[in-house]
């Protein structure tokens, strides 16, 4: 599964990098995400296109793993 | 999730809602329980950054919005020092905006007050902020980017809010320091511990919600989302029916509170803060929260609109109430439009070739 690393960047660019990698990856894409209004929002963007998303705590960061 | 974060953020705007209409009852100016803008610009003022003498005040909700939510994101994990993305850039970004703001004469949750109290001049406002987003969005789709933010001490994190306390012990202690307006809208303000508590509230509220004006408009062009907006749905629904309540409510665009019928130049000041409200990640109440959040790029933001206010007084280019600005200002407005849309392409056709 690709990674995405949206560390270092604020809303919205995460959910649209987030959008850009599901259109070259639409099977499903890990996410890296190092703010909870990000995480959220990624979470909610996945979420309406009909994915399935799993969130992993590390340190100061969230893994979303967002597949079908 | 969706419905619940849709819930929080209309509780939270309602209570922005209410407790606007109950700050202008108890003293401050017409639709005007709370600005960013304006309370920026009169705490430039009492500080002596401009002399405008109807200007000045240490407003003590923009304090209480501060360590509201520097107290809740310490609390609940979310305080995170960092910076580094484009700070001089952002600061240009900020005083911009508020330049764009003084001309319409409030900022975006100014706005949606003045549009809950009736004044069809913030419509005009609206749609003007619509296009700024707009054109902002077309930026960001095609790969605008400020740059990312690295990790930062937590002695540059802690630094803006301690400003904020120090600001407010010093205006509690030693009031001769600061100017304070005799009379117009820097004259007329609720009691200090009110306006705090306010501002406390709403600071908790807006950190734990991500309640942004721009951010709203901003998701449903990028993503069709509608949570963020129902928050601005909320704040305008609780001061219709405040304003109402309190038999203050007048629709029309003439006599409205602080504010001018030019609907050329209200159009025109929201779309600079529409535009670099998206160019900025969030409108001037969300760069407050992130700046109490730990965002160095964010407190520059602030600091840029607050020399943005000075200059604004300093140069005329602030509207006045009834007529509207004067040339100076509407020359400021069209030269920011033109720096932030130069800015926006400059950045995206970086972006897009190191793509």
Redesign the interface.
């Known amino acids: 599964m690709r990674t995405l690393d949206t560390s270092g960047y604020s809303c919205p660019e995460p959910v649209i990098m987030t959008k850009k990698a599901l259109k070259e990856s639409p099977e499903g894409i890990a996410v890296i995400v190092d703010n909870r209004a990000s995480k959220e929002n990624v979470t909610r963007y996945a979420s309406a296109l009909g994915y399935s998303v799993e969130a992993a705590e590390g340190s100061g960061c969230w893994t979303l793993r967002i597949s079908r | 999730?969706?419905i619940r974060?849709k819930g929080k953020l209309c509780i939270t705007g309602a209570i922005i809602g209410a407790a606007a209409v109950v700050l202008t009852l108890l003293g401050n100016p017409g639709n005007m329980g709370f600005c960013i803008a304006c309370f920026i610009r009169d705490t430039a003022g009492a500080l002596h950054l401009h002399t405008a003498p109807i200007v000045e005040y240490a407003r003590p909700e923009i304090i209480g919005i501060i360590l509201g939510a520097f107290a809740i994101s310490a609390v609940r994990g979310?305080f995170?020092p960092?910076g580094g993305?484009s700070p001089v850039l952002r600061f240009i970004i900020g005083f911009i905006v508020m330049i764009g703001a003084l001309v319409f004469l409030g900022c975006p949750l100014r706005m949606v007050l003045r549009l809950g109290g009736g004044d069809l001049n913030a419509l005009v406002g609206l749609l003007g902020f619509i296009a700024g987003i707009g054109i902002g969005c077309i930026f960001?789709?095609n790969g605008f980017?400020l740059g990312?933010?690295?990790r930062q001490s937590g002695l540059e994190g802690a630094a803006f809010p301690s400003s904020a306390v120090l600001l407010f012990v010093l205006f509690l202690a030693f009031p001769s320091l600061f100017l304070f307006s005799e009379s117009g809208p820097g004259s007329m303000h609720a009691p200090v511990a009110a306006a705090l508590g306010a501002g406390l509230a709403v600071g908790v509220a807006a950190e734990r919600t991500?309640l942004c004006m721009a951010?709203g408009i901003?998701?449903i062009f990028?993503?069709?989302?509608f949570?963020l907006i129902s928050g601005f749905a909320a704040i305008f629904a609780a001061s219709l029916i405040g304003n109402i309540a309190a038999g203050s409510f007048r629709i029309g665009f003439a006599d409205q509170p602080i504010s001018h019928p030019m609907h050329l130049w209200n159009f025109l000041g929201m779309l600079a803060v529409g535009l670099g409200s998206v160019m900025l990640?969030g409108c001037p109440l969300r760069q407050l929260i992130?700046a109490a959040e730990g965002?160095s790029?964010s407190a520059m933001a602030v600091l840029g609109m607050m020399a943005g206010a000075a200059a604004a007084h300093n140069f005329s280019l602030a509207s006045s109430a009834g007529t509207g600005p004067g040339i100076n200002g509407k020359i400021a407005v069209v030269a920011g439009i033109i720096i932030l849309l130069a800015a926006a392409a400059g950045v995206t056709y970086r972006e897009r070739r190191k793509a």
């Open positions: 999730m969706g974060d979310d995170r960092r993305s960001l789709n980017s990312k933010a690295g991500r951010g901003r998701d990028l993503v069709r989302d949570t990640g992130l965002s790029d």
